[in-house]
């Protein structure tokens, strides 16, 4: 018996929400509404610099059966060189503890913006 091959899902791994206040719009439930009804397998929430939507998002994505990555959008800067926006995703827990960790120095030690 052959098995046919499904096509890739479309995955969007960089979604700003309600908790990214200059440009995010998507409240999480909505955002999760989107992802059942276009048959996204996952998504990644990736608010500017902070995890405020987190639990929020966990909670939702788990209850309709929609995997959730956890991440977020970053400013970096090397020395004098010119700021890069990175995504960090989180892989695994230590992932995580190691995004929080980054978040947290840099409310504490300031960003520049």
């Not at 206040?21 to 059942?36: A, F, N, P």
């Amino acid at each position: 018996m052959i098995q046919s091959i499904q096509k890739p899902s479309f995955i969007h791994l960089r979604v700003h929400s309600e908790y990214s206040i200059v440009d995010g719009l998507i409240r999480t439930g909505s955002l999760i509404k989107s992802c059942v009804d276009h048959n996204m397998p996952a998504v990644a929430l990736t608010d500017q610099s902070n995890l405020c939507g987190l639990v929020r998002f966990y909670k939702a994505a788990n209850n309709a059966g929609v995997k959730p990555i956890v991440g977020a959008d970053c400013w970096i800067q090397h020395e004098d060189e010119s700021p890069a926006k990175v995504v960090l995703l989180c892989k695994n827990q230590q992932g995580y503890h190691n995004l929080t960790e980054l978040l947290s120095q840099a409310y504490l030690k300031g960003q520049k913006n």
